[in-house]
């Protein structure tokens, strides 16, 4: 596994994750899930992203199951809905998170979106407080502009934001033009999702390329080169920086197997070229968006 330095911290985390959106919505999915996750975690993949919305707190319970005797083992990251926002709201998300994540700290605890109810001092004063109280090692952020990110920084003073999770893949590099450069700039760990870009499909934007188009004939034409999948250029590119994680999401014990070997595709500067040029650096940045 290739680990990546978390923020400005001493803590290395795997560059590749596992997601867990649409995670614990159905009884039937369950066996299957957490086998996933303990093969993941069996494979090296052993930093687990959920959040306390996905599948109604169904996804956490579903981790929690998954790394109970394995936990120290994990770098576990969960995320406090914006409607938890206030300051109150945080502390008593946080305790439900880690009961059904049945463990008794979470390693990062991060904003899922910015809120339009509750300004980012009094939730940034939440992190503090679980930061000394233990509850949680780490604070993050998601899908925040520089802007966002500074004034969270503001507010937690010496404790340092760590990471930005933001959507990041090949139809999505929005991220490009701002944010990962303040990032870098401020030693912030981004943290990239939807790598085939899953979610944002479902949500009506581009998602990964559809076969019979000519983005995905030229990644065909790529991936055949190293006898590798289409997913795996697009995880090896996703993880180009330094700054970079990524937490692309697989139940299919196949695709983690093909995910994992992203790690070993080397592509030549030519093939690099080529994808800059089918898929260019999009021209917008992520604009404030809360919920
Ligand atoms: N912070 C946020 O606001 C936010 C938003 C969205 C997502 N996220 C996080 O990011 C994670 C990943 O994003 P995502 O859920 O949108 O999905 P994604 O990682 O972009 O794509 C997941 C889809 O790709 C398939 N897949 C995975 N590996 C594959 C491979 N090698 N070959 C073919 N298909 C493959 C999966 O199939 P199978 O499952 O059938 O294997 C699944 O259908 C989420 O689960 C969540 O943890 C965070």
């Not at 090896?236 to 196949?254: G, S």
């Not at 995910?259 to 404030?288: G, T």
């Amino acid at each position: 596994m290739l680990y990546r330095r978390l923020g400005n911290t001493m803590e290395r985390i795997p560059a590749i994750g596992q997601g867990t959106w649409k995670f614990g919505e159905s009884k039937l999915n369950e066996k299957q899930e957490i086998e996933a996750l303990r093969f993941g975690l069996t494979n090296g993949l052993k930093l687990i992203d959920t959040a306390e919305e996905y599948g109604n707190g169904g996804a956490e319970k579903i981790v929690g199951q998954a790394i109970q005797d394995v936990r120290k083992e994990v770098f576990l990251v969960t995320k406090v809905s914006a409607k938890n926002c206030s300051f109150n709201g945080v502390l008593r998300a946080a305790e439900a998170s880690l009961k059904r994540l049945k463990t008794n700290q979470i390693d990062l605890y991060l904003q899922h979106w910015p809120s339009e109810q509750y300004e980012i001092s009094e939730t940034m004063g939440a992190m503090v407080e679980l930061v000394k109280l233990g509850l949680i090692k780490y604070v993050g952020v998601s899908n925040f502009t520089p802007d966002l990110m500074k004034e969270a920084q503001q507010c937690l003073g010496s404790i340092p934001l760590v990471c930005n999770q933001v959507a990041y893949h090949l139809n999505d590099r929005r991220i490009e033009n701002d944010i990962l450069p303040y990032c870098k700039e401020n030693n912030i760990t981004v943290m990239g999702y939807s790598p085939f870009g899953y979610a944002p499909k479902i949500f009506g934007m581009d998602g990964f390329p559809e076969v019979g188009t000519k983005e995905r004939d030229v990644l065909n034409i790529i991936a055949n080169k190293y006898n590798a999948s289409v997913y795996q250029v697009a995880l090896h590119w996703v993880l180009k920086e330094e700054q970079l994680v990524t937490i692309p999401k697989a139940v299919n014990k196949e695709h983690i197997e093909d995910n994992l070997k992203a790690l070993s595709l080397k592509l030549d500067k030519d093939d690099l070229e080529q994808i800059e040029l089918i898929f260019p650096q999009n021209k917008y940045h992520l604009v404030n968006k809360t919920q």
